[in-house]
């Protein structure tokens, strides 16, 4: 069922638009969802309120409202109603009643910078430098904006120091002040070089540590470092997001790193030491004889490290590799040199059925 307004608002049916419009600042007032961030059914509250003032405040909407209300579903303006245009609402008919704050102050605007780094620097950690444009302090005025000596900053006689000036209409909405760019200052002797930015575009370069086991997404944060602020407001910061380039072997998993160990038949059937690479340069990895596709070994603390605790491990993947005759062409002498070879090693492993045991009893089954 749709909601009373009158009941909402709390007057009676024959209340007069005076009291409505008392009624409705009063409960809007005391249920405005910023005064209270904590209660989940605030927001909602509020925009019952809302709507029941935007009907009832229109004689031709309260007029059908009246003839109407009585039925399943009460007629309510036809308006889409949420919270934002509740506060709207609020603002549009009776202006700062919440203390509509005013931009005297700005903060400066963050500034993004993306870093790339190698696979393994990213996770031994390191420092690197940074150097972009971006504005910063004007060095003529030391970032105030105005000349040396010269006049303070005067409210605006626009907005009145509002920053924001108000449409013509009962409903009209709010739009920054263009005298002013909705800071509600204006300075009467600005800085020339600055023309009262109070900032310039310059090169900027700063040193961005890297800690150990960073992963791709992460950001770094150097603190008001960033744009310059308006009329004394703080600067913004600095904040850099960490990409990585691919390594051409080694994949991250948690803490954990990954890595496929190709080897060829002959390395697989010897064994021995077979180098590996990890972030930290290659190591020499003992290989046991006759390891098989699938099988892997554990490099103990290769992984990722950690500021507490135990670091994490490699995981080595056999794989082996299987030549392909194609890479020899259709023809030739080194074709025909290496088929032969093959069709040795199948003579010899068909005399000597333990050399791959599992084949031999899968063909002699067959």
Not at 185 to 199: E, F, K, S, V, Y
Not at 230 to 256: A, E, H, M, Q, S
């Amino acid at each position: 069922m749709a909601q009373d307004h009158y009941a909402v608002l709390g007057v009676d049916a024959k209340a007069s638009a005076d009291e409505i419009k008392r009624a409705y600042r009063r409960l809007a007032l005391a249920t405005h969802p910023d005064r209270h961030p904590d209660d989940p059914e605030a927001e909602e509250r509020f925009r019952g309120i809302s709507i029941a003032y935007t009907v009832l405040s229109d004689p031709a909407k309260r007029a059908r409202y009246d003839t109407t209300r009585h039925l399943p579903e009460a007629f309510t303006g036809g308006q889409e109603m949420n919270v934002q245009t509740a506060k709207d609402l609020l603002s549009a008919v009776f202006g700062d009643v919440l203390g509509r704050q005013r931009r005297q102050r700005k903060r400066g605007r963050d500034i993004r910078y993306t870093l790339t780094v190698d696979f393994a620097e990213a996770i031994l950690g390191t420092e690197k430098e940074i150097r972009f444009e971006a504005l910063g302090p004007c060095s003529t005025c030391g970032g105030s904006g105005e000349k040396a000596g010269g006049r303070g900053p005067q409210t605006c006689s626009l907005c009145s120091g509002r920053g924001e000036i108000k449409g013509e209409g009962f409903f009209a909405p709010w739009t920054a002040c263009g005298r002013c760019r909705g800071m509600g200052l204006i300075h009467q002797d600005p800085c020339d070089r600055c023309r009262g930015r109070g900032a310039r575009r310059e090169s900027r370069a700063f040193r961005v540590r890297i800690p150990p086991g960073t992963e791709p997404g992460a950001e770094r944060i150097v603190r008001e470092q960033g744009e310059p602020g308006y009329f004394g407001g703080g600067p913004g910061n600095l904040r850099v997001t960490i990409n990585l380039r691919d390594d051409p072997w080694l994949r991250r998993d948690g803490d954990d790193i990954h890595v496929d160990l190709w080897l060829s038949l002959s390395e697989a059937a010897r064994g021995g030491k077979i180098p590996v690479p990890t972030v930290s340069g290659e190591v020499m990895v003992e290989i046991p004889p006759g390891v098989s596709t699938g099988a892997k070994l554990r490099l103990r603390g290769k992984g990722v490290p950690q500021e507490k605790g135990r670091p994490g491990d490699q995981i080595v993947s056999v794989i082996l590799e299987t030549p392909r005759l194609d890479a020899l062409g259709g023809s030739g002498a080194a074709r025909a040199e290496f088929e032969e070879l093959l069709a040795k090693l199948d003579e010899f492993s068909a005399t000597h059925p333990g050399l791959v045991p599992r084949r031999s009893a899968q063909r002699d089954d067959g």
